[in-house]
């Protein structure tokens, strides 16, 4: 059971999806640096984008906790971890959280497909 609303996550993927498909949003898929602020450095051109705002006011209103399960689910989605190692996930984005967790989400190109991949592996789905 999540303890993040599964429409929530479905409306930031919906967002996610939005922002990335932006012709000037360019995140490499290789760092320009091996520093952890290059994403931060490349979403910082995008601050006054209605949708990149809103999927950081989205997730900035998170309990810390939800903001931990989104990084899980997105971890989940992409192979890091699977069900079996869900808490082992949760305790790992638990305890790597940041004030950052919008931006960390944006900077993965494919977080959408992660999330939805999540939630499915939850048992949930999106209706789009």
Same mark, same amino acid.
């Given at each position: 059971?999540?303890?993040?609303? #599964?429409?929530? %996550?479905?409306?930031?993927?919906?967002? +996610?999806?939005?922002? *990335?498909? /932006?012709? *000037? %949003?360019?995140?490499?898929? %290789?760092?320009?640096? #091996?520093?952890? !602020?290059?994403?931060?450095?490349?979403?910082? !051109?995008?601050?006054?984008?209605?949708?990149?705002? =809103?999927? /950081?006011?989205?997730?900035?209103?998170?309990? #810390? !906790?939800?903001? +931990?399960?989104?990084?899980? &689910?997105?971890?989940?989605?992409?192979?890091? $971890?699977?069900? %079996?190692?869900? =808490?082992?996930?949760?305790?790992?984005?638990? =305890? *790597?959280?940041?004030?950052?967790? +919008?931006? $960390?989400?944006?900077?993965? #190109? &494919?977080?959408?497909?992660?999330?939805?991949?999540?939630?499915?592996?939850?048992?949930?789905?999106?209706?789009?």
């Amino acid at each position: 059971m999540l303890n993040v609303n #599964p429409d929530i %996550v479905c409306s930031l993927i919906t967002r +996610a999806r939005e922002f *990335q498909a /932006k012709e *000037q %949003v360019v995140i490499p898929d %290789v760092p320009m640096n #091996p520093a952890d !602020d290059w994403a931060l450095q490349i979403l910082a !051109d995008h601050v006054g984008d209605l949708t990149y705002q =809103e999927v /950081k006011s989205t997730v900035e209103d998170l309990e #810390p !906790d939800q903001q +931990a399960e989104l990084v899980a &689910l997105m971890w989940l989605g992409r192979g890091d $971890y699977d069900m %079996v190692e869900w =808490e082992n996930a949760l305790a790992d984005a638990t =305890e *790597q959280l940041t004030e950052h967790t +919008a931006d $960390y989400l944006l900077a993965h #190109p &494919l977080v959408a497909d992660y999330l939805r991949d999540g939630l499915d592996q939850h048992g949930y789905s999106c209706e789009e």
